[in-house]
Each structure stands twice: as C-alpha cells, then as structure tokens.
C-alpha cells in the first residue's frame, strides 16, 4: 500500500470545526482514501472513504486535492467524544478484500 | 449489541504459557481479520480469513501463532509459548460480502489486552 503522512497530534476546542490533513504523493488511480478513528480503550472504527470526489456522512467531510496527493477530513463541530486517533489509510477497492495497513494516525485532543 | 466481540478483554499470563483470544464476528460477516497494536503504534494486520479459509498471513505470525475459524463463524488466536514480545492489543476485525461500497469496511472489536509477565 502507499504511504501516508499525518501529523502527529492536534488540538481543538470544543463546537469549532477540524481539518485533520494528510499527505499521499505516492496514490495510484485505484487507491480509495480511508479514515478511521481510534477512541481510547477501543478498536477502529470506520468514519468515511472516498476516491476522488468530496465525500460527506453523518460523521464528516472528506475533501479530497485536485491531483489526489492529499486529503482533509473535516469535523464540522469538534466535541469531547471525538477526542481519538485519526488514520490516514490508501487501499485499493477490489473485488476481494483487504488488509488495512495503519501508520501512526494524528492523535486529536479537543478542550473545552 | 451485535458488534464483534472479543473475549477476554485482558489476560495476564506468565511467559512460556499459552494462551487463546476468541473472536466472534458481525453476523453473517464472511471476512475476519486479526490485527496487533503495540502501544503507540497502528494496528498491524496478522491475518485474514474468507469464511473458512485463511487467505492472508502476515510476516509478523511466527510459528507460534495459529488461527482457526473452523466454522467459518467465530475465530480463535492461539500464542504457544508466549514471550514477553507478545505482549500487545489483539484486535478483531469482520467485513460483510456486500456491496462495492460495503464490503471494504471493517468493523472492529474492542481487543484483548494481553499482558505476558
């Protein structure tokens, strides 16, 4: 899988939005952009995935450069519960599945 | 709650013991994937099950290691001869056959904490 660059860690206050940013020079055409979070004391857990168009749910936004060689994903109102790790994860959306390969992710420390 | 569940949360065991974690699945859930996390790390995937079949196997699963899902339901994680390495969160993950869109996701259980003494 390609590699991804995260920061290491964010703040935010509480009810402002966050931009969690993430770098993928390398991305092939077929690579999909996954986001998952990590909430302390429990395992992934999905949030969005695009492949080239801007995406939005019930969860975020995921805002997607022009070339692909990095996204943003977008919390529109940070609370306290979205305190967690966010991972940055390419894999290619085949007929058979695949592992997730995960790097460090960005840890988001939200305040009130 | 019809998450995946793992079981136990936490084990303590001493060095040179066995040790085994079970996993059970999303219902009807064909894929199951286990994954290590070491403090301060990602997750890093083990291996992967389709069904019955074990698929995937990482370069991290020594021969110590052994995983089963003989049912093609619930899995179990077997560490022979456990060293203080293993020590690590051992987490469970399910994807549903699904759709293009679906089936990629992967749900993930809470882990079990192993801790090797």
């Known amino acids: 899988d390609a590699k991804t660059t995260q920061p290491n860690s964010m703040e935010s206050n509480e009810e402002e939005p966050v931009h969690l940013p993430c770098n993928h020079s390398?991305?092939?055409?077929?690579?999909?952009i996954h986001w998952y979070r990590q909430l302390p004391s429990q395992g992934p857990e999905y949030v969005i995935h695009?492949?080239?168009s801007n995406v939005n749910n019930r969860m975020a936004s995921l805002a997607i450069a022009e070339d692909r060689k990095s996204s943003t994903l977008i919390l529109h109102r940070a609370t306290l519960r979205d305190a967690a790790v966010y991972y940055c994860?390419?894999?290619?959306?085949?007929?058979?599945?695949?592992?997730?390969?995960f790097g460090t992710g960005t840890r988001l420390q939200v305040t009130l | 709650d019809t998450g995946v569940s793992q079981d136990p949360r936490h084990k303590i065991t001493k060095r040179g013991q066995n040790v085994t974690f079970r996993c059970d699945p999303i219902s009807e859930h064909n894929r199951l994937y286990w994954y290590r996390q070491t403090l301060g790390q990602g997750p890093e995937f083990l291996t992967y099950?389709?069904?019955?079949?074990?698929?995937?196997k990482s370069r991290l699963l020594s021969d110590r290691f052994s995983a089963e899902r003989p049912k093609g339901s619930f899995s179990t994680l077997e560490i022979q001869r456990t060293e203080q390495g293993d020590s690590a969160m051992y987490l469970c993950?399910?994807?549903?056959?699904?759709?293009?869109?679906?089936?990629?996701?992967?749900?993930f259980g809470a882990g079990t904490r192993l801790s090797v003494l």
């Open positions: 695009g492949l080239t």
């Open positions: 993950a399910s994807s549903p056959q699904g759709t293009a869109l679906t089936k990629n996701i992967q749900y």
């Open positions: 994860i390419l894999r290619v959306n085949t007929g058979t599945a695949s592992k997730l390969t």
């Open positions: 099950f389709q069904n019955e079949a074990q698929l995937e």
């Open positions: 390398t991305i092939s055409g077929t690579d999909y």
